[in-house]
Each structure stands twice: as structure tokens, then as C-alpha cells.
């Protein structure tokens, strides 16, 4: 994106101004995710925004993952996230850091803030310190501790982080105003005892740091001039400008927060998506059914339009639902201009064709695409019998279905136009089979007679085709707002998101179909390889229209 091409967003403004006014030289962001499960879309969001505008302001954007809470973290998310920051197209600046890596620094600033004066331990239980606390109406009472002496207290913290105390029995505190308006200024917990192994620094430490007391610390060490984050964080700001006024950073940094993104049918907290992966609900966070990067690359959404959609919605700051519908059109829209088309029979009967010779075959061809000469075109072998979907024919049917019905004409795409004669059954009364025949002189032109074909459908030679199985995807969530009131999210699930057919017959090339790469299966929708399944199997990206739209109408 360009910086003269659209209006700028609020963030865009504030940093050209900095620019200007010479505040700063040069951009940094940074995106901080946890590391305690997959990136969904609503990252994404946050990702093209700090990678976007340093990119846009010639800037820098730090990868750091915010790891200061080890029983919920794991290695298997630090290495999944990297792999979906790369694939949206992004490059952090240097190499991968982790706010564990700033453990010694911080440790020391909460020293600092004892000598200071500003900072005690507590030992108040956590069920105590919250009656404390007093509310929102109601000031706070000062813990017993509170006036613990410096040196005592600098005892205490380095006992606590050697693991001689309990979990839950002693806190570090700042000493801020326990009758704040703002509640996190009460004084706020820096410091808890967690005796936990951390995936970055093993059993180093028997103590871990609040987010509070760690990010803008990190943000200062990292040199980061604007920090950016969801607007539940905006009553934390005054916490993070406090520790900037009280600490000897390096830098100070500002915090800046916009509107987290909420999209319509979608849940977004990883605490949901991981309870889905838990109890099986789907298989892993990267089934194409989820909302994470790695679901939506495996179902073919591309990077590109994920870009563009996070572009599309913008940042404001005030919170909204995106329909869903949006990310779709976005999906779509990218793949109608680059998807390849080719042709597929999902649920395929058999068509006979009487008067064209058994054993004659010819090679129709057929464009890549219809606005496409850089795409190359298909060879398209066409036989005696040809398969079209069973859902492409009718014994008898109204004006309304143009497609084959006895009697009438249909084209078959790219090749003849054929006129169907009967339907062959079998004892239960099934069609198994359909007697049809070509009208001679019509590839590429009407029948000579006048009598022209209702419709055109996709078909596969029955001599030269290949198998495969197709995961058709739909919604994952019923409702437009999941779990919404005191419904459990659980109840809205979709329970017709997945649906396998095992005997779907498409053209040949598919066969070469790269992992990766979208397809547009004539009539059918978008599809893609599945990356995961060693024999040919491949996912409905999106259907061609909104077929949700449809079903909701009924
Ligand atoms: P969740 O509640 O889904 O677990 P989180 O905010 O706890 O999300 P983090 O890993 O802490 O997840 O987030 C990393 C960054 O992504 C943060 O800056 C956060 O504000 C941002 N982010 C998370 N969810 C969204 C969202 N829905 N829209 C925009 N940004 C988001
Ligand atoms: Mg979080």
C-alpha cells in the first residue's frame, strides 16, 4: 500500500506526525503474540498492521513472543506461529525474541522499584488481596505489608525466585494508590511464584513477571516507538506509562490500541479454539474448519487475500463484528483472477453415449482460464461414456432446471452438446446409468436443427480421468454469534461443517495439483490439495456462491 493512495488510519497519522516532528527517526513495532496456541485471523489483523506499518514508514517489526506465563506455552506454538508470519509475507527484523530473554533485566528493574520505595512483597493470599482491593465504587484498603522495609522485601523477592516459598504465597507488588480510580493501579502485582518449567529458561526461574510488568519494558529494551494493542489494554496504559516514568529504560516507548477484530460464525479466543482441538471437535488447530492461519492456508485461502481483507476492514478504534461474509468475498475474489479451472464430477453417474463410437476417443481442449492467456490450456479426452454429476439430471424436470432431463438438450462443457434418451435403473429403482447421444457438429456452436441445450454442465471421460476424495467444508458455527447469551459455543456447532465424498472423478491434471495452489472445479466452487493426506484428496476452499445465504432463506 502506498501512503497516497487512501486516507490514513489513525496509527498512520500519529507515526507520520512523529516522523515529522522528529520524535523519532525510525519506526519500530513489534507483534507480541503468546505462545499458547495457533494465530487466528483476528491476529492476522494485528500482524499486517505492525508488520504493515513498518513497512509502510520504512521501519522495522520485532517478532517477540510474550512468554511470561510457562504452564500454557509450548514450543510446538513458537515454531507454528513463525510459519504463519512468513507465509502472510513477512519478514521480522533480526532474529526471533522472547521476553524470557529480558528475565535478568526485568528481575533487576523490580529491584529498582524496592530500593525505590515503589515496590514491596506481599504476603496477602490471592483470595485476601482481592477483598484488599475494594471495587470499582469503593477505594482499595493498603495490604499489612505494604511498609516493609526495602531490604526485607529484596530478601524476600530473591528467596521467592529460588523457589523457597509456595505458590500463591507471596506477590511483588507496586506501591502505586490502592484507591485509584483505575483498578490496575492498585497496586498491581508485578511478580508471582509459579514453579513451572518454561520452555525457554528450563527451571531457571521459580518466579515469572505480570504481562503489565513485562511488556512495555520489553517494548523500551527493544526500542519499539509504538505499541500497539487491542483496546482491552487501554486501562492498562496508565500502568504501562508508570513504569516508564519510574524505571531507567532505554527508550519510551508509547502504547496505542485499536479495535480487535470479531468476525460473524467465528470464535476467536484460543481458549475456545483450543478446547475445539482438545475435545476433538476438529481435528487440530490447523483443520480447514478453524479460524487459525494454518487452518485457512490448508484450506486454500491464500496470503494475498488476507492481506486484502485486513486491509478492507481497516483499524479503528472502536470494537465491531465483520461479517464473515467479507473474508469470503475477499477469498473469492483472489481466486477467481489466479485460480486455474478445471473440471470435477463429485457425485458422478454414468452417461452412455449411443451414437458415439465405443472405443473412439478424441482430445477436446479447453482454456485454463477465461480471462487467462498465461494460464495453459487443458487436453480434455472425450469418449463413448462420460461421468456428470448426479445431481446434473432429471427423468423429468421444470423449465426452472437446466441441466439434462430426458428428451433435452445440455451442453457438456467445452465438448458436445448431448440429448439425453433414458435412464437405465437398478432393482431398487436407482438411475445407474443414463442413454445419451451427442449432436453431431456442435463443439463450439449451436446444433444445426435450432433446438438449443438448457444448460452446460461438467463431465469426466470414463477412459481417462483420475479419483479422488473431496472434503466439502461449510461453516464450522451455526450462529452469527457463537455461544452468544448463556449458550455454550458448543451447541452452535455446524454439525454438517465436514462432509467427505470418496468417489469424485476430475480431469487428469490434477493428479500434478500442487499443495498450495487454489483450483476453480467447474460449477463447484474453489478447491484445494490437501496438504496433510498422502493420497489425492482435496478441500472445498469455497463454494462459487454464497450458498449459506441460500440455505438461511429456506
Ligand atoms: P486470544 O484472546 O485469542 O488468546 P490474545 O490477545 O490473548 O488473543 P496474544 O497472543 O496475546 O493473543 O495476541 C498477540 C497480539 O495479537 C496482541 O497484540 C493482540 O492484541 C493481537 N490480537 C489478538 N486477537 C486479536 C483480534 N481479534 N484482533 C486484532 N488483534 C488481535
Ligand atoms: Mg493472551
Known sequence: MSLDEKPLNFLEQIIKKDLADGVHQKVITRFPPEPNGYLHIGHAKSICLNFGLAETF??????????????KEEMEYVEAIKEDVRWLGFQWAGDVRYASSYFDTLYGWAQHLIKEGKAYVCDLTPDEARKHRGTLTEAGKNSPFRERSAEESLDLLERMKNGEFDEGTKALRAKIDMSHGNMNMRDPILYRIRKQTHHQTGDKWCIYPMYDFAHGQEDAIEGVTHSICTLEFADHRPLYEWFIENLPLPAKPRQYEFGRLNLSYTVMSKRILKRLVDENHVNGWDDPRMPTIAGYRRRGYTATSLRKFCDMIGVTKSDGVVDVAMLEHAIRDDLDKNAPRAMCVLRPLKVVLTNYEAGKTETLTAPGHPNRDDLPSRALPFGHEVYIDVEDFREESNKKYKRLVIGKRVRLRNAYVIEADKAIKNDAGDIIEVH?????????????????????????????????????????FTDAAPGAGNKDFLDSLNPDSLTVLDNCKGEKGLLDARVGKGYQFEREGYFCRDSKSESLVFNRTISLRDSWAKIADK
Open 436 to 476: 445419451a447421444r451427442i449432436i453431431e457438429n456442435t463443439l463450439g456452436q449451436n446444433p444445426e436443427d435450432g433446438i438449443k441445450p438448457k444448460g452446460v454442465i461438467q463431465w469426466v471421460a470414463v477412459h481417462d480421468h483420475t479419483e479422488f476424495t473431496v472434503n466439502l467444508y461449510d461453516r464450522l
Open 58 to 71: 520504512g521501519g522495522e517489526c520485532n517478532l517477540r513472543f510474550d512468554d511470561t506465563n510457562p504452564e
